[in-house]
């Protein structure tokens, strides 16, 4: 149980192009999700945290405008990349959490390596 | 200092050794804590989940919390090469609504 899907696995796209990352719940209803950034040999660092039906909370130093969060359902949030440069190359995750309440484990999907030529 | 500081490692062992991998914090109100595997690239996967102080025990895996020294470990029993990955430890304090993870540790078990 606790399946969490992340769409695309890999994308690699020219300077100035945006890219629209997929997390899924498969099987549960996930009422808050998670974007996390994950450098080379690096733990992973908080993007957003994403609840359905309203605006992200975006973590300081992370630019709203350039990371747009939308999470219209309980088992679907993404995150767009908007005019991508190299310096957003990254390896982006998200989780989602299956209960409530903020002592719940998150699930993480497999994530998206995003490549910026 | 940080919240939570881990050895990176690399750790390496032999096949059936017992590992252990440990993490410290200094936030004492952070109130639950788990241990996440991850291989590469791919995400982190959920191993341990744990609230109280002591241990609990899942087939190989035992996770040991010491709220008293804000420490917290996790055993692997008998390791094989399916256990060489990064362990991530995490905690949450529920007022706060945010975990932190640790640097992560990596591990590699050889044949």
């Known amino acids: 149980g606790a399946v969490v899907s992340q769409h695309p696995s890999r994308v690699i796209c020219k300077s100035g192009t945006s890219v629209k990352i997929e997390c899924r719940s498969l099987?549960?209803?996930?009422?808050?999700m998670f974007w996390y950034r994950q450098f080379p040999k690096q733990s992973l660092m908080l993007m957003a945290t994403?609840?359905?039906?309203?605006?992200?909370?975006?973590e300081q130093g992370v630019e709203k405008d350039k990371f747009l969060i939308n999470h219209a359902s309980l088992t679907l949030s993404t995150l767009t990349v908007t005019s991508a440069h190299p310096e957003d190359s990254s390896f982006y995750i998200c989780s989602a959490r299956s209960g409530t309440g903020s002592n719940q484990p998150q699930h993480f999907g497999d994530g998206t390596r995003l490549s910026i030529l | 200092q940080k919240e939570v500081e881990q050895d990176p490692g690399p750790l390496s062992v032999p096949e059936g050794a017992i590992v252990s991998l440990n993490c410290t914090y200094s936030n004492s109100a952070f109130q639950y804590f788990m241990w996440y595997r991850q291989y590469s690239r791919k995400g982190p996967e959920l191993l341990m989940y744990?609230?109280?102080?002591g241990n609990k025990e899942d087939g190989r895996f035992t996770a040991q919390v010491d709220k008293s020294s804000k420490y917290i470990s996790l055993f692997i029993r008998d390791s094989q090469p399916s256990d060489s990955a990064t362990y991530l430890c995490?905690?949450?304090?529920?007022?706060?609504?945010?975990?932190?993870f640790g640097p992560g540790t990596s591990l590699s078990v050889i044949p």
């Open positions: 744990t609230y109280s102080s």
């Open positions: 994403s609840n359905e039906g309203s605006k992200a909370t975006y």
């Open positions: 099987d549960f209803q996930a009422t808050t």
């Open positions: 995490a905690m949450v304090q529920t007022s706060y609504d945010k975990v932190i």
